[in-house]
C-alpha cells in the first residue's frame, strides 16, 4: 500500500514510445482513503461510487461519485463487519449488508426518520449473496436459492415484496444501464440465467449456457464469476466470457467469447476475440471497443467487433492493433505535511491490487484511486496499415473527426501510384457515413413537416456525430491546404479533388460550389484551360451561379471564359441584375461593367452601384475607369457627362476631384 495520504495524480507526459500508447487514465481520478486493517473499500457499479468504511462505519463512511460534487459523509453504529454497501439512485436509501440473512436500511431523504430498519430475507436456510437497486425505491436481494424483489417504504421504514423466484444461484453479476441481473446456476455454474428489471417486474429472459474449455468429473463449480463480465457495446447486451485453454503446444491460447443477450429470443453466442496468449485478464468496454488487460505482460489488446476479419471464420476476431501497455502514469505522494518539491512517483500498472468494473473503471484500493479508463487514437493510425481498415475503426470512434481529417491530410501526402485507389477508399467511406446521416436528417425534417401520423412513434431528430465529415470540414481542414501544396504534383491534386467530387455524386451527395471553385482555381493556376473547358463542356463542373461569376472573373486570363459563363447563367435563367449584385458582391467591378455591355443594359444601370463598389476595392484606377466610363454613358445619352441629381452620384464626383484633380472631370463635348 502506497504510505502516507495521496494528494493528486497525473498521466506521465514526458515517457519514450509515448505515440505508442494508445490507452490512458484518464486525469483527476477519484481520491478515497486506501484499504487498510480499519479501513475498508466496497465500489457501486450502479452509482459508480466509492465507499471507504472506517471501523465498520462508527469512525465514519465517506462515499465518493464521479463527480466530487456527490461526496457524502456520515456515520453508522458499528454492527459486525460490512459485506456490501449501496446508495439508491439519488442516494435517497442506503442498504447494507452486515450478515447473510438480512439487509439493513436507513433513510437519507430529507424530514424521514434517519433510523435504520431492517429486512430479513424470505426464503428459509437460505444466504443472501448480495443485492441490487433496481430504482430509487426498489431493491433484489440475490440468494443462494433465488431472488427477492422489493419496495421500500422509507416514510413507513418498511419493505414489501413484489415478487419472488425460486433458483439455485452460484453467483451473480448485474448490469446497471440495463437492468438486467445475471444468475449462475447449475452445479458446474455455466448455464446463466438473465433477468430483466423494468417498472417494478422481473421477466425472465432466454437462459443458456456457457460451453466450458473442459467438462470435470465429477461435475462442480467451473465458471467463475471472474470470468464472466456483461455489458452493453454499440447499444446491444453482451455477456462476455473468458475461456481460459490449458497450456498445450497446439493451445491456440485464452479467448473471450461473446454471448449476445436480445430483449427477447434466444441468447447465442455471437463474436469469438483471439487472445494468442495465456494468463490472468480482466475486462474492460471503452468507445464500445472490448479492451483486454494482460497482467502477466503488462499490456492491453482492443477488439472492435463490427471489424470483420477478412481470413477468419465469421465474428472470429484479432486483436485491432499490437499489444500496447497503459500510458505510465505518476502520482504524487505527500505525508502529513505536503512537501511541494517531492516529485510523483510512477504509479504502478496492472498491479495485482487492480480491480477492474463495466465498463471503463479500474480501482486500485491499495493506493486510494477510481480511474476512467480512455482511449487514444492518435497513437492508432500510424499503429494500422490498412487505412480503410484504420478509417472504418475511426468512424465508430467517438472523438473521431480531428483525427479522420488529419488521416486524410497524411494520406494526401503520400506516393502519388499507391494514393489514389486508397483516397478513393477513404473517401467513400467518409461520404456513406455523411449520407446515411443527410437521409436520416431529411426523413427526419419531412416527418415533422407532414405532422405526427397515426400509431408512428415520435421520431428522433438524427444525432450529429463527429464521424459525419461534411464537405466544409473537407475543404477548410484538408482540400484547400492541400491545393497548396508545392512537393505534390498538380496533376495527382486535380485527381483527388475530382475523386472527393466523384464519391460525392456517387453518394447522391449535392456538390457545393466552393469544391468546384477550388477545381477551378487549381486549374488556372497550372494553365490547364484545355481540361477547365473539358470539365465545362462535359457538365464535370455543375453549373451554379458562384461558379459563373467566378469564370467572368478569368476573362482576362482565359477570354473563352466570359462565353462559357454566361452559357452557364443563361441555363441557370438567372436575372441579369442579380448577376450584377453577384460579380460586385465578389469586387468584380469591371466584369459587371463587361456584362451588363454584352446583355445591353448599361445605358440604364446604376452608376452609384457601380461607383460604390469601385470605391469600395481601393483601387484608384480602378475607380478613375468606372467613373469615366458612366461619364461617356452621360455624354452619349444627354450629350453631358454630368450626372443628374436623381443618381446621387455627388459623393462620388467629389472624391473623383480629390484624387485626380477636377481638370480630370470630362467637359460636356459641343457639337
Known amino acids: 500500500p502506497v504510505s502516507g495520504q495521496t494528494s493528486g495524480a497525473e498521466p506521465d507526459r514526458c515517457v519514450g514510445m509515448a505515440n505508442e500508447h494508445y490507452l490512458e487514465l484518464k486525469e483527476n481520478p477519484v481520491q478515497f482513503e486506501h484499504a487498510s486493517s480499519v479501513n475498508n473499500v466496497f465500489f457501486d457499479e450502479a452509482n459508480k461510487q466509492v465507499f471507504a468504511v472506517r471501523s465498520g462505519g462508527a469512525t465514519g463512511v465517506v462515499v465518493k461519485g464521479p463527480d466530487d460534487k456527490s461526496s457524502v459523509a456520515f456515520r453508522m453504529d458499528d454492527k459486525g463487519e460490512v459485506k456490501c454497501i449501496k446508495f439508491s439512485i439519488g442516494n435517497k436509501i ?139 457495446i454499440y447499444g446491444q447486451l453482451y455477456v462476455m466470457y473468458l475461456k481460459h485453454h490449458s497450456r498445450t503446444p497446439n493451445s491456440p491460447g485464452a479467448e473471450v467469447v461473446l454471448y449476445h443477450l436480445p430483449r427477447e429470443g434466444p441468447c447465442k453466442k455471437s463474436h469469438v476475440l483471439k487472445l494468442n496468449t495465456t494468463g490472468k485478464f480482466a475486462l474492460n468496454i471503452v468507445d464500445n471497443l472490448v479492451v483486454v488487460h494482460h497482467q502477466s505482460s503488462q499490456t492491453s489488446l482492443i477488439f472492435d467487433i463490427k471489424l470483420k476479419e477478412p481470413d477468419c471464420a465469421i465474428n472470429t476476431h484479432q486483436p485491432v492493433l499490437p499489444a500496447r501497455s497503459i500510458h505510465p502514469y505518476r502520482v504524487s505522494l505527500s505525508g502529513p505535511v505536503v512537501v511541494p518539491s517531492q516529485p510523483p512517483v510512477p504509479c504502478q500498472l496492472y498491479s495485482s491490487s487492480w480491480s477492474v468494473f463495466q465498463p471503463d473503471i479500474i480501482i486500485s484500493a491499495s493506493e486510494g484511486y477510481l480511474w476512467y479508463l480512455q482511449v487514444k487514437l492518435a497513437p492508432m493510425v500510424h499503429l494500422l496499415e490498412d487505412k480503410g481498415k484504420l478509417m472504418d475503426f475511426l468512424l465508430r470512434r467517438r472523438d473521431c473527426k480531428l483525427v479522420i481529417l488529419s488521416v486524410c491530410s497524411q494520406i494526401l501526402g503520400g506516393h502519388e501510384e499507391a494514393g489514389l485507389p486508397v483516397v478513393a477508399t477513404v473517401f467513400d467511406k467518409l461520404n456513406q ?113 458562384p461558379l459563373a461569376c467566378l469564370l467572368l472573373s478569368l476573362e482576362s486570363t482565359y477570354p473563352p471564359a466570359h462565353q462559357l459563363s454566361l452559357d452557364m447563367l443563361k441555363r441557370l435563367s438567372t436575372a441579369n441584375d442579380e448577376i450584377v449584385e453577384v460579380l460586385l458582391s465578389k469586387q468584380q467591378v469591371l466584369g459587371a461593367l463587361r456584362f451588363i455591355r454584352s446583355v445591353g443594359g448599361h445605358d440604364s444601370v446604376s452608376a452609384r452601384k457601380f461607383l460604390d463598389a469601385a470605391r469600395q476595392t481601393g483601387d484608384q484606377m480602378l475607380f478613375y475607369t468606372v467613373f469615366r466610363s458612366f461619364q461617356q454613358r452621360n455624354q452619349r445619352l444627354r450629350g453631358n457627362p454630368a450626372f443628374n441629381p436623381g443618381e446621387h452620384c455627388e459623393e462620388h464626383v467629389v472624391h473623383f476631384q480629390q484624387l485626380f484633380g477636377e481638370q480630370a472631370l470630362m467637359k460636356p463635348s459641343t457639337v
Open 94 to 232: 442506503l442498504a447494507v449488508q452486515r450478515t447473510s440473512k438480512s439487509v439493513d436500511f436507513i433513510n437519507f431523504i430529507p424530514d424521514y426518520p434517519h433510523m435504520e430498519f431492517t429486512q430479513e430475507c424470505k426464503t428459509k436456510n437460505a444466504n443472501v449473496l448480495g443485492f441490487c437497486w433496481t430504482s430509487w425505491n426498489e431493491i433484489v436481494f440475490i440468494t443462494d436459492q433465488g431472488v427477492e424483489f422489493y419496495q421500500v417504504f422509507p416514510d413507513k421504514r418498511s419493505l414489501k415484496l413484489q415478487k419472488s423466484q425460486n433458483i439455485n444461484v452460484n453467483w451473480y453479476q448485474y448490469c446497471p444501464e440495463t437492468a438486467v441481473l445475471l444468475l449462475s446456476t447449475t452445479v458446474q455454474g455455466n448455464v446463466l440465467q438473465p433477468l430483466a428489471f423494468r417498472n417494478g417486474t422481473i421477466s425472465k429472459m432466454s437462459k443458456f449456457e456457457i460451453e466450458l474449455p473442459v467438462i470435470p468429473k465429477p461435475a462442480k463449480l467451473s465458471l467463475s464469476e471472474r470470468d464472466v463480465a456483461i455489458a452493453t
Open 433 to 545: 457515413v455523411y449520407k446515411d446521416y443527410l437521409e436520416a436528417d431529411q426523413s427526419y425534417t419531412a416527418a415533422m413537416e407532414s405532422g405526427p401520423s397515426r400509431g408512428s412513434t415520435a421520431q428522433k431528430r438524427p444525432v450529429r456525430t463527429q464521424a459525419v465529415i461534411d464537405q466544409s470540414d473537407m475543404y477548410t481542414h484538408v482540400l484547400s491546404a492541400f491545393t497548396e501544396r508545392k512537393d505534390v504534383s498538380h496533376k495527382f491534386i486535380i485527381a483527388v479533388l475530382m475523386e472527393y467530387i466523384r464519391s460525392l455524386n456517387q453518394n447522391q451527395i449535392t456538390v457545393q460550389h466552393y469544391l468546384y471553385e477550388l477545381v477551378i482555381k487549381t486549374l488556372v493556376q497550372h494553365n490547364l484551360f484545355y481540361m477547365l473547358h473539358q470539365f465545362l463542356q462535359y457538365h464535370v463542373l455543375s453549373d451554379s451561379k
